[in-house]
């Protein structure tokens, strides 16, 4: 059936809205997420330990190092960290949203 929903999915001989719509309909189907709950639950592991990880990393280098200059490698791990912590808050909520709601636009020629 996944080969069945690849080839739907690369058609490129939809129609109309009609078509279009029961496309979307089926990919947001049990059938869709049997197909990503292994990405999502991925996303949601790298998450859960990003989260703190980064946290603790940026904590350590501002609370236990008072020194008020840090050489290049400190600021390239805190910019690092700093980077994840933002990805891991904000970007993959987003893509997990994205892999479990299916989402389309409405408009026709915006779609095309």
Request: charged share 15%; aromatic share 12%.
């Amino acid at each position: 059936m996944s080969t069945e929903l690849g080839q739907d999915f690369n058609n490129s001989q939809i129609r109309n809205d009609t078509d279009v719509m029961l496309l979307l309909n089926r990919l947001m189907s049990e059938e869709y997420f049997a197909m990503v709950w292994p990405h999502v639950l991925l996303l949601v592991v790298v998450m859960v330990l990003g989260i703190p990880g980064n946290a603790l990393v940026i904590a350590v280098f501002f609370k236990i190092q008072r020194k008020k200059r840090y050489n290049s490698t400190q600021l390239l791990v805190i910019a690092l960290a700093f980077a994840d912590l933002v990805v891991c808050c904000l970007l993959i909520p987003f893509d997990i949203h994205r892999l479990r709601f299916y989402y389309s636009v409405k408009v026709s020629w915006l779609a095309r």
